[in-house]
């Protein structure tokens, strides 16, 4: 069973706003972490019996755009042009 709440893209909740920072949160720390793989030698990871720097690329960058997605995403696939020829949106979702 699913259920499935509606909310109004112009209302805002506290659970909201919490889950926006918590995603905003993630996506800089991914983003740190990336950064920081990227300025590190290769030669450290091996050092530290870690993973090759290639593949701590590969998983630090995928997460990065993924949290990118998940903090931008939300925001901007509401928008709606001003012009045009209407979306047909009822309270509930597209008639």
């Known amino acids: 069973m699913t259920i499935v709440i509606y909310q109004h893209p112009g209302s805002v ?3 909201g706003w919490f889950f926006e920072a918590l ?3 993630a ?5 740190y972490a990336f ?3 990227i300025r ?7 050092a530290a019996g870690k993973q090759t720097k290639p593949l701590w690329l590969v998983i630090t960058g995928v997460a990065t755009v993924i949290g990118f997605g998940t903090a931008v995403t ?3 696939k509401d928008y709606r042009s001003s012009g ?3 979306t047909h949106m ?3 979702g597209p008639w």
Not at 40 to 46: K, L, N
């Open 13 to 15: 909740s506290i659970l």
């Open 23 to 25: 995603a905003i949160a």
């Open 27 to 31: 996506f800089v720390f991914e983003a």
């Open 35 to 37: 950064i920081d793989a």
């Open 40 to 46: 590190r030698p290769a030669e450290a990871f091996v």
């Open 74 to 76: 939300p925001k901007v």
């Open 84 to 86: 045009g020829t209407g």
């Open 90 to 92: 009822g309270p509930y």
